[in-house]
């Protein structure tokens, strides 16, 4: 059984950082490319950062470009997600994905196969 569980999330203040994880169980997870998304309350699912099974990176909204980093520990089965400089517009919940197409970029919802419960981030101003 395929699971990925988010952990890190939190309250913080603007202008701090959270860094959050991805931990994956029950697939090869050196083979999967991973991204997160965020949902912001009233909102769709957002685009944040992707993975390539070998460690590229691409990254979703031009705001969060130069704040967020991406990674992955592949000896883990964990990805990352560091954020910096966080901002109350940040506050949403995030989830992680994975999808079977290790290499390549992949944003949208559809192309990910498992997807984890989410963990709450909240940035207060």
């Known amino acids: 059984q395929v699971q990925l569980v988010e952990s890190g999330g939190g309250l913080v203040q603007a202008g701090g950082s959270l860094r959050l994880s991805c931990a994956a169980s029950?697939?090869?997870?050196?083979?999967?490319?991973v991204a997160w998304f965020r949902q912001a309350p009233g909102k769709e699912h957002e685009f944040v950062a992707h993975?390539?099974?070998?460690?590229?990176?691409?990254y979703g909204a031009d705001s969060v470009k130069g704040r967020f980093t991406i990674s992955r520990d592949n000896a883990k089965n964990t990805v990352y997600l560091q954020m910096n400089s966080l901002k109350p517009e940040d506050t949403a919940v995030y989830y992680c994905?994975?999808?079977?197409?290790?290499?390549?970029?992949?944003?949208?919802?559809?192309?990910?196969?498992?997807w984890g419960q989410g963990t709450q981030v909240t940035v207060s101003s």
């Open positions: 994905a994975a999808t079977r197409h290790g290499y390549g970029i992949y944003r949208r919802q559809d192309d990910y196969n498992y």
């Open positions: 029950g697939l090869t997870f050196s083979t999967y490319g």
């Open positions: 993975t390539t099974r070998n460690g590229g990176s691409s």
